[in-house]
């Protein structure tokens, strides 16, 4: 079997999400993933269910072209943008893996500063693209611009991936960075990840006409709550979007996920509501998270990032309590649940690092 397989996929390790077998709490606060912790309103999966039952044909494809998505999204975004400016993804994954298949295969390579979203790595070499990697300061997270601009002397670097806020650590690029940013070579795609882009209420769609070697990246997935139905999407300039489209699979998206994110497109005042709650809530954990001595940075996302002294035996034993978090980047991300979630976070926390 393995002179089937390429020698190098058998290295690779799968994205794996936390298992909930091992764990032998009765109540579990799930707060590894990013997830906004309340589930959509009745309101809207009543009106989904409607739509579904009166209107979708199982026995059909789904649309194909989602131009009305596409129309809802371009007012949305708002900047000028068009909808022949955005391509939709099953996921910002898919986009993620078109982007790479058309920029850096058999061209160069793919540069991220870790910690970051590790699918920018795994799904590159998965397509047997190389990835230069530069670190990040380790009192602030910024990319140390020195060794970046180094790696794009040394390697041929033909797209750069950038979270915007950065997962796992939360921070917004900075002026120096964005400075860095525009001043990139336009031979090189730059990839910024939106993806918390309702949290952080900042976004470089303005510049998106002066670089058309940008593009921006958002999903449905964080704020919008339709994590269950794998909806992102992508804007950039006409030429790279026609791109995307020719390697996009047909009929990427099911027709219920089209349909959902068409939905919360039309009611998105309505579901952003809990948006100003969650940033109250992540203001207060950062606060109690670091009474307790963490070492606890600020976000701009839906998740704080902290260390302690012993990251791994803390977030094991607060999965032995119920509440689970993601151990990464050497440190904690730690996703704002629920007001009543958080509060057993912190409870639980305190008494971990008692214990320890």
């Known amino acids: 079997m393995q002179q089937l397989v390429r020698p190098d996929i058998a290295t690779l390790s799968a994205y794996k999400a936390e298992s909930l077998a091992d764990i032998t709490a009765t109540e579990i606060d799930k707060i590894d993933a990013n997830e906004v912790s309340s589930d959509l309103p009745d309101w809207f999966k009543s009106q989904l269910g409607t739509i579904a039952s009166d209107q979708i044909k199982a026995n059909r494809y789904p649309d194909g072209e989602y131009a009305h998505l596409k129309q809802l999204i371009a007012n949305y975004v708002g900047h000028g943008i068009t909808s022949s400016q955005i391509s939709i993804g099953c996921g910002s994954d898919e986009i993620i893996r078109s982007l790479l298949v058309v920029a850096c295969l058999h061209r160069g390579s793919i540069m991220v500063a870790e910690p970051t979203f590790s699918m920018y790595d795994i799904l590159a070499r998965s397509l047997g693209i190389p990835v230069v990697k530069v670190p ?121 996920a089209h349909t959902a994110a068409e939905l919360a497109m039309d009611n998105r005042d309505r579901l952003l509501e809990l948006v100003p709650e969650i940033r109250q809530e992540r203001d207060r954990l950062y606060r109690e998270l670091s009474n307790l001595g963490l070492r606890v940075w600020p976000s701009a996302g839906n998740f704080l990032y902290a260390r302690g002294q012993d990251n791994k035996a803390i977030a094991q034993a607060l999965k032995q309590k119920g509440t689970l978090i993601r151990q990464t980047g050497g440190g904690l991300r730690i996703t704002v649940g629920t007001r009543s979630q958080n509060q057993r976070l912190i409870e639980r926390m305190g008494d971990c690092l008692n214990s320890l």
Request: proline content about 5%.
């Open 136 to 256: 990040r300061h380790d009192q602030n997270f910024q990319i140390d611009l020195a060794a970046a601009q180094a790696a794009i002397e040394q390697h041929h670097v033909a797209a750069i991936g950038l979270v915007h806020p950065n997962s796992p650590t939360g921070n917004l690029l900075n002026s120096a960075e964005l400075d860095w940013v525009r001043s990139l070579p336009s031979n090189i795609l730059v990839v910024i990840d939106e993806a918390y882009f309702e949290f952080a209420s900042h976004t470089l769609a303005a510049e998106l006409d002066q670089h058309p070697n940008w593009l921006i990246m958002r999903t449905f997935s964080k704020a919008f709550r339709l994590a269950a139905y794998r909806v992102g999407y992508a804007f950039a300039a006409n030429e790279l979007i026609e791109a995307l489209e020719k390697v996009r699979l047909p009929y990427n998206l099911p027709t219920i």
